[in-house]
């Protein structure tokens, strides 16, 4: 099983900012493979990247996702206020899926 | 519009067994994979079992594997979930969730329901 590790565990920052969190794979996972998921208290996750670099339908373009192999990344340019929430990075490798443990994104 | 409703939580008693059920509208629920995903409140995400178009194909993680059936019915646009030998730590919100790619095996997920609640104590 791909253990996926994020980090930080939670990242303070003011809107405007530059957010760059991690997730970091036990194996090498295919880009195609790899997604990260927004979620916010009380709703169930939302989509953001797929294919590692994809951004999902509804997502601007201040979202990035972008690394392979083992490391990879996701960049908010430029922080709004609806970006703060926990974000998971997933992947699926032989029919098995996994999710880093989240990083938490907090309003400094 | 693309809804997912899951259903069939509750309070159950250790070793006691329960059966999910997640209707899908909005989309033609057999050509899309489907995955059940579990979180503990205020905890991470944790996959649980997905199951191919056809239903032909299930996975499953180690932690359920021989305790919980994915399963569907294409003709009644629901995903089940039996679980079993439920212990404490199966206490958690099921999602159920649609894959992203038509025809594909389950690689992410671009809808999912609101979840609904396990809980496993005596």
């Known amino acids: 099983e791909i253990v996926l590790t994020q980090s930080p565990g939670t990242l303070s920052l003011s809107p405007g900012e530059r957010a760059t969190l991690s997730c970091r794979a036990s194996?090498?996972?295919?880009?195609?493979?790899l997604a990260w998921y927004q979620q916010k208290p009380g709703q169930a996750p939302r989509l953001l990247i797929y294919?590692?670099?994809s951004r999902a339908t509804g997502f601007p373009d201040r979202f990035s996702g972008s690394g392979s192999g083992t490391d990879f990344t996701l960049t908010i340019s430029r922080l709004e206020p609806e970006d703060f929430a926990v974000y998971y990075c997933q992947q699926y490798d032989s029919s098995l899926i996994t999710f880093g443990q989240g990083t938490r994104l907090e309003i400094k | 519009e693309v809804q997912l409703l899951e259903s069939g939580g509750g309070l159950v008693q250790p070793g006691g067994s329960l059966r999910l059920s997640c209707a899908a509208s909005?989309?033609?629920?057999?050509?899309?994979?489907m995955t059940w995903v579990r979180q503990v409140p205020g905890k991470g995400l944790e996959w649980v079992s997905g199951?191919?178009?056809?239903?032909?194909?299930?996975y499953y993680a180690n932690s359920v594997k021989g305790r919980f059936t994915i399963s569907r019915d294409n003709s009644k646009n629901t995903l089940y979930l039996q679980m079993n030998s439920l212990r404490a730590e199966d206490t958690a919100l099921y999602y159920c969730?649609?894959?992203?790619?038509?025809?594909?095996?389950?690689?992410?997920?671009?809808?999912w329901g609101l979840g609904t609640l396990v809980t496993v104590s005596s």
């Open positions: 199951l191919t178009p056809g239903g032909d194909s299930t």
């Open positions: 194996q090498s996972v295919g880009t195609r493979y």
């Open positions: 969730a649609k894959d992203f790619i038509r025809g594909g095996s389950g690689y992410y997920f671009d809808y």
């Open positions: 294919g590692a670099s």
């Open positions: 909005g989309f033609i629920f057999s050509n899309f994979a």
